[in-house]
T-cell receptor, first 116, second 115 residues
Framework: AQSVTQLDSQVPVFEEAPVELRCNYS??????LFWYVQYPNQGLQLLLK??????LVKGINGFEAEFNKSQTSFHLRKPSVHISDTAEYFC??????????????FGEGTQLTVNP | GAVVSQHPSWVICKSGTSVKIECRSL??????MFWYRQFPKQSLMLMAT?????????EQGVEKDKFLINHASLTLSTLTVTSAHPEDSSFYIC???????????FGPGTRLTVT
């Protein structure tokens, strides 16, 4: 089984500042990792994913994340945030090794609030 | 591509009535769909896995007789909340994996309010 811990429930930042949202996972097997964003009263939108290869993955809206196997982390970063980035962000994991369509395990979420 | 829709987007019903929520994959086929429940300021809680042509698999603690799931075709899964009560009020979200991919695509969610 997998588990995900998002270390910060709320992250307030000022516009144009950099931000890092932290995610750690636990698993006894290899995993695939995802970051999703949820705007109020909406479903989840995929920001980026790590399946294999380069540990630095780039996603939409200027976000990127780095997979660190030794630290079992997958932190999300953006060098300069905008007001429109205010949303809830979820880190998720699924078991890897060819099991497409498997269930996702989500973290508790991090509310990013960008202030002017 | 990989668009998932839900209908209705919001619904208000009286206690004791039943409500059906539809989840459709618009541009791909989904043999599996997932149903989640989300309370305010909380993460998604997986309720059940919907499988086309077979019975749904429910998570521990989820009443299968209360939350009826039917995966009628490769593009449609329905969740029926039977004999709804105010504590069933929540945001219900479905998702579907695109064949061969590992990420899931989410519907926009359905806000259910039981009065």
């Amino acid at each position: 089984a997998q588990s995900v811990t998002q270390l910060d429930s709320q992250v307030p930042v000022f516009e144009e500042a950099p931000v890092e949202l932290r995610c750690n996972y636990s698993s006894s097997v290899s995993v695939y990792l995802f970051w999703y964003v949820q705007y109020p009263n909406q479903g989840l939108q995929l920001l980026l994913k790590y399946l294999s290869g380069s540990t630095l993955v780039k996603g939409i809206n200027g976000f990127e994340a780095e997979f660190n196997k030794s630290q079992t982390s997958f932190h999300l970063r953006k060098p300069s945030v905008h007001i429109s980035d205010t949303a809830e962000y979820f880190c998720a994991v699924t078991a890897g090794a060819g099991t497409s369509g498997s269930r996702l395990t989500f973290g508790e979420g991090t509310q990013l609030t960008v202030n002017p | 591509g990989a668009v998932v829709s839900q209908h209705p987007s919001w619904v208000i019903c009286k206690s004791g009535t039943s409500v059906k929520i539809e989840c459709r994959s618009l541009d791909f086929q989904a043999t599996t769909m997932f149903w989640y429940r989300q309370f305010p300021k909380q993460s998604l809680m997986l309720m059940a896995t919907s499988n086309e042509g077979s019975k749904a698999t429910y998570e521990q603690g989820v009443e299968k007789d209360k939350f009826l799931i039917n995966h009628a075709s490769l593009t449609l899964s329905t969740l029926t909340v039977t004999s709804a009560h105010p504590e069933d009020s929540s945001f219900y979200i479905c998702s579907a994996p695109y064949s061969g991919r590992y990420e899931q695509y989410f519907g926009p969610g359905t806000r259910l309010t039981v009065t």
